[in-house]
């Protein structure tokens, strides 16, 4: 048995889920996420709890089961809280600014980068550490904005220049040597 997919979704207050056979609409302050889930995946409300069944022990149905568990829990936990991925600018003259809900990125270029948030994403920028938030209820939406944000100017190994994740590290390379 997966001990991923066997755990219960616990829901939060203030969280709806409707389950219409393969299709799972769960709703909360943050916003609203549907999903369609594969059909041989049973998926059940019991008490507050979402629970996930599998039908067999087929290979293919154990690799759902965790994965259907794990998709529902991001559903529900990001209607009830949210996700954030922090960016870090790093460099001289590198910096970010908010123009509206645009993001705008000064990294080096001849000119600003300007990155517009799609729906459901909003960008949060503090220039005194230079951090930029991106903050959604979506985890894949969140994660692919911030990696997109990071393609802009990925960091370079010899000086550290550039965007990454906070919690990132960068390995550093030596440069050339100097006569002596």
């Known amino acids: 048995m997966s001990r991923i997919g066997r755990m219960p979704v616990v829901i939060p ?35 507050g709890k979402i629970l996930v069944k599998r039908p067999t022990d087929e290979r293919t149905h154990r690799s759902l089961h965790g994965m259907t568990r794990a998709l529902i829990n991001n559903m529900v936990v ?36 300007k990155v517009e948030p799609p729906q459901g994403i909003r960008f949060e920028v503090d220039a005194k550490t230079r951090q930029i938030k991106v903050l959604g209820y979506d985890k894949e939406e969140v994660g692919q904005v911030a990696a997109d944000i990071r393609k ?5 190994p010899y000086q550290g220049k550039g965007i990454k994740y906070l919690d990132e590290k960068i390995r550093r390379k030596a440069g050339k040597t100097g006569k002596v």
């Open 78 to 113: 990001g209607v009830s809280t949210g996700f954030e991925k922090v960016l870090e600018v790093n460099g001289i003259g590198y910096r970010a600014e908010m123009n509206g809900a645009n993001l705008m990125l000064f990294v080096g270029y001849s000119h600003p980068v």
């Open 152 to 156: 802009i100017r990925p960091p370079e």
């Open 13 to 47: 207050p203030g969280v709806v889920v409707d389950i219409d056979g393969s299709t799972l609409r769960v709703k909360g302050p943050k916003g609203e996420m549907v999903r369609t889930f594969p059909g041989s995946m049973g998926i059940e409300l019991d008490d």
